[in-house]
């Protein structure tokens, strides 16, 4: 994979961070009794999830930045190492460094009380990692490190021929 490719990956792959908050907003518009505590429904407009979604971008898209830079960034050099392209190992990880970063936000900000932080979060990193996995390898081609050791492994193998 390029230089280029992994540049446009790290910068679009946070971008999911929003999107999934936005939808998360619009769930609880729609269903009641989807946050704990609430005897009726949601008392949300669409102005609301809007405006908040884009304070949530504001807020959350550094954050999400940061996590990535010092969390994601060791991650895609093992997963790299790995030569992993498994769409489940991507998204795992993502889920993790959410995990991570939720987990992290709760004890800094104390914020124990709110429930819907951590899933969240790991919602956001494994939808963040699964948008990774989907740029990074968006090609169907293999570079030529991994096909010349397929190839090697072929050959090598003593059940064929």
């Known amino acids: 994979m390029d230089k280029k490719r992994t540049i446009i990956t790290f910068l679009v792959a946070p971008l999911m961070l929003p999107l999934v908050f936005f939808v998360f907003l619009a769930i609880t518009l729609r269903v009641p009794h989807v946050i ?4 009726k429904r ?3 407009t669409w102005e609301y999830v809007i405006l908040s979604s884009v304070l949530m971008s504001w807020i959350g898209l550094p954050i999400a930045y940061l996590a990535e830079l010092v969390l994601g960034w ?3 050099l093992v997963l790299r190492y790995l030569e992993t392209r498994s769409l489940i190992a991507f998204t795992v990880v993502g889920a993790l460094i959410g995990l991570i ?3 992290a936000i709760s004890l800094l900000f104390h914020v124990p009380g709110d429930p819907s ?3 969240l979060c790991v919602v956001g990193g494994a939808a963040s990692g699964t948008l990774f996995r989907i740029v990074a390898f968006s090609d169907s081609s293999m570079d030529t490190r991994s096909k010349k050791r397929i190839t090697e492994a072929y050959y090598k193998n003593p ?3």
């Open 42 to 44: 949601a008392p949300y």
């Open 117 to 119: 932080l951590l899933p």
């Open 101 to 103: 970063v939720g987990l």
């Open 36 to 39: 704990p505590g609430l005897t």
């Open 159 to 161: 059940f064929v021929n």
């Open 74 to 76: 060791p991650a895609w």
